[in-house]
């Protein structure tokens, strides 16, 4: 029934893999939660595809600003909506899909309140689509990775609290004990407060002025590091020992990292504003914290490669190897997120697209491929039938891999290329503008092939949603030339 | 205390020392700037800034409606980089220069040059001994570049912005607004094109652009202005 092999010596060492339920309990509490997770997935993999083909619009008109000429269409509208619909309508729909199931499942119950909670998701996804049409009409809030106006940030907020009130009513001190659950908790938390937080201020005029671009830069930072990264280390906290069957490799520093990371994550907004008109004790404060922040999340990256190391899983299980790539991912972009931090560079890759190549490597890589790890894990547990086609999740894995990595290499390139001739007062800034484009094309390339691997996922998603699959019992797994 | 409530708790803290560290204390440090006034026999002579009013603030709602900030910042960065040394400003922006923005369109990306200044006279995106660097950006060339960018900076990838701009047939004498276009994308005889009330309001703000007024805290002014 499960692709984890559940190793009966160490179940009761096991972090964060529920151990105390009977697989009886656990199938009751993944029937009472199916409405709401199914629901979230299914609309999060529609924001993946469109969110997917905006960006690569966006891409396109970097280098070709004359395709689709209309006002609607273009660059700086494109941009902010594409990237709102990954960021909230992708990944934040899906990471939600994935706590209102992890969550009940380690409790081993449900709150009552799955109407309102359903309700939550309705208006969750009904913010993210005001904000789409509000920036493609030209209603953009110009505050980097904010740019939904106040009243889709207002359905969101409200949608999420519903979900989360849902969710988080029905733990108990089980379901809040592994690793796992309280990265995800942890993040649950975070991103209401600092999504509720963030707006208040700014529609309330409590701050004005560049405070009113440091809170934005602090929110949208929030959204992130305080959520979206924390939310996919707790995905794979709980996958990597459940698929493997061995417990965590060093759940004791497991935990001391997890303080560490949300003490240093909290800190990583002025970043966005490195240069600009804010005290630089701020502008330090980020740079230090986006240092310090690469202990807490090397280390939950070696922790979880220690425990996978050797598995027999980790070349036929798809979430495994979605899991540890994203992880693996997760920890290039903390390191690019570091260097960039590093006031000598970032003089120079600064108001370059050497952050976009960060964030791609961030959001495509090690979120997006961590919330399909664990999709691949939770759908067939939900639908009571497995995954069709192996081959379809290899196309899936390749593309998504390939194109993130390509995706973020040529704007990271980009960056650096365009920003080291920006830093020699000789150059004219046509030639700038020559060489960072020069990686253009690269990345548009780079969407299209994520745009095919995704669309393959999506059908594959669809299918397994409609119960068409491999019959409940043999997980869907890669398959292996067994030579000797 | 149980288990969840540590990790409420925890948290909570955490959260609380972001907040703090990232949002209060900086408002506490800026939240009460107040202008720049100078003072010649008890009589106030000069206010910096002021709050941009009537067409030019129209225009900046243009701006940002249009994404102009997804491709252009409005930050002058100080001597460590080559911001003024490339036209930019003749002193890096401070928080007061933002001070009647709500908010300021900082902008993360430069696509397209830094317009923290683009009104000011000496602003330049050329070397300053380019033969190709226009005689004034005023409001007839800001029009000509918006109608089409690649007709005065052949590498741009702006976008043309031709909704701004209405063609409309000649009805008795031809609009003193009308666009002087080069022969290959002049409209057909006895048509013109004329900004809209948008794209008047936006090249309006964007001459409104002046960031220069020496500031004690941004310093350095003297020394930027003898490069330009």
């Known amino acids: ?484 | 205390m149980s288990r969840s409530s540590t990790l409420f708790a925890g948290l909570a803290a955490c959260f609380a020392l972001s907040l703090g560290l990232c949002v209060l204390l900086p408002q506490a440090q800026l939240g009460s700037l107040s202008p720049d006034f100078k003072e010649e026999d008890g009589r106030i002579t000069e206010v910096y800034p002021t709050l941009t009013g009537g067409i030019a603030a129209a225009g900046r709602e243009v701006y940002i409606s249009q994404g102009c900030q997804a491709c252009h910042s409005q930050v002058v960065r100080g001597a460590e980089t080559t911001d003024m040394e490339r036209g930019w400003g003749v002193r890096r922006t401070v928080a007061r220069d933002y001070l009647f923005e709500n908010p300021p369109v900082l902008g993360v990306r430069r696509i397209g040059p830094d317009l923290a200044n683009v009104g000011a006279q000496g602003w330049r995106n050329e070397p300053a001994d380019d033969t190709a660097r226009p005689a004034k950006r005023d409001s007839t060339w800001h029009f000509l570049h918006l109608y089409h960018p690649t007709a005065i900076i052949k590498v741009s990838n702006m976008p043309a912005y031709k909704g701004l701009f209405q063609l409309r047939k000649i009805t008795g004498a031809p609009s003193l607004d009308a666009l002087a276009l080069p022969a290959e994308m002049a409209p057909p005889e006895g048509f013109e094109v004329v900004p809209k009330a948008e794209a008047k309001s936006l090249v309006a703000y964007l001459l409104s652009l002046n960031r220069s007024h020496p500031l004690k805290e941004a310093g350095a002014v003297a020394v930027a202005a003898k490069k330009n």
């Open chain 1, 1 to 484: 029934m499960t692709e984890a092999v559940f190793n009966e010596k160490t179940r009761g060492s096991l972090e964060s893999a529920g151990g105390q339920l009977t697989a009886e309990q656990r199938s009751a509490v993944d029937l009472a939660v199916r409405p709401v997770v199914v629901w979230l997935f299914l609309t999060s993999v529609c924001w993946l595809l469109l969110a997917t083909g905006l960006g690569a619009l966006s891409a396109l008109k970097l280098h070709f600003p004359a395709f689709l000429d209309y006002t609607c269409m273009s660059y700086g509208r494109l941009a902010p909506a594409a990237h709102g619909a990954f960021v909230f309508g992708w990944c934040s729909t899906a990471a939600l899909g994935v706590a209102s199931w992890l969550l009940p499942r380690l409790s081993g119950g449900v709150a009552p309140g799955i109407t309102l909670a359903s309700l939550g998701v309705v208006l969750w996804n009904a913010g993210v689509l005001l904000g789409v049409f509000a920036n493609i009409a030209g209603n953009i809030r110009p505050i980097d990775g904010l740019e939904f106006p106040f009243a889709s940030f207002v359905l969101m907020v409200g949608g999420l609290s519903l979900v989360a009130a849902w969710i988080l009513l029905g733990l108990n001190s089980s379901g809040t004990a592994g690793l796992g659950a309280m990265f995800v908790t942890g993040a649950l938390l975070c991103l209401g407060w600092s999504l509720f937080t963030g707006n208040v201020l700014i529609a309330t005029k409590s701050v004005v002025g560049v405070v009113e671009q440091i809170v934005g830069a602090w929110t949208a930072s929030g959204v992130l590091w305080l959520w979206l990264v924390p939310v996919s280390l707790g995905v794979c906290y709980y996958i990597v020992p459940k698929v493997t069957g061995r417990p965590i490799f060093a759940a004791p520093t497991g935990r001391a990292l997890f303080w560490l990371y949300f003490l240093c994550a909290g800190l990583l907004g002025a970043n966005r504003l490195a240069g600009g008109p804010v005290p630089l004790w701020l502008v330090s404060v980020s740079a230090s914290a986006s240092i310090l922040l690469l202990v807490p999340v090397l280390g939950a990256v070696y922790n979880l490669f220690a425990t996978a190391k050797g598995s027999e899983q980790l070349v036929t299980s798809p979430s495994l190897k979605f899991v540890l790539f994203g992880a693996l991912l997760l920890g290039v972009a903390s390191l690019g997120s570091a260097f960039g931090a590093l006031r000598t560079i970032n003089y120079s890759v600064r108001f370059t697209m050497f952050e976009s190549g960060v964030q791609t490597f961030l959001l495509f890589g090690a979120v997006s491929m961590i919330l399909f790890g664990a999709i691949y894990f939770i759908m067939p547990r939900l639908s009571g039938c497995e995954w069709l086609s192996s081959t379809l999740i290899s196309i899936h894995f390749l593309g998504a891999a390939y194109g993130a990595c390509m995706g973020g290499a040529m704007l990271v390139l980009s960056g650096l290329a365009s920003g080291s001739l920006l830093s020699e007062p000789d150059s004219t800034f046509s030639q700038v503008l020559e060489t960072g484009s020069a990686y253009y094309w690269g990345n548009t390339i780079a969407y299209g092939i994520l745009w095919v691997a995704y669309s393959a996922f999506a059908l594959h998603f669809l299918l397994v949603a409609l119960r068409i699959g491999q019959p409940a019992g043999e997980p869907t797994l890669f398959r292996v030339k067994r030579g000797h």
